[in-house]
Nanobody, 116 residues
């Protein structure tokens, strides 16, 4: 069973930074691709960043390129999203997702609020 728990969200001022973590359990983390999504109030969930099983392939949404960095530590069964130069429009609930073929799971989400 794919179990994911996000943490690290909170309230931050514009221009600030946060680091989100996604702790995995119940499956072989190193064999799953991981993605971060976000969903702002009243909007659809959107893909923010993704990383392959071994970390060799990474992709970002245009809106976060140059500001966010996705990474993973397979030894710790954890994925990360480093968010810098945060903007009010980055305010959303952030979710991690792990996928391997037809097997997939979502975390419960962590709220990120960017406001002065």
């Amino acid at each position: 069973q794919v179990q994911l728990v996000e943490s690290g969200g909170g309230l931050v001022q514009p221009g600030g930074s946060l680091r989100l973590s996604c702790a995995a359990s119940g499956f072989t983390f190193s064999t799953y691709a991981v993605s971060w999504y976000r969903q702002a109030l009243g909007k659809e969930r959107e893909l923010v960043a993704s990383i392959s099983e071994d970390g060799s392939s990474i992709n970002y949404a245009d809106s976060v390129k140059g500001r966010f960095a996705i990474s993973r530590d397979n030894a710790k069964n954890t994925a990360y999203l480093q968010m810098n130069s945060l903007k009010p429009e980055d305010t959303a609930v952030y979710y991690c997702r792990a996928v391997r073929g037809s097997r997939r799971g979502w975390g419960q989400g962590t709220q990120v609020t960017v406001s002065s």
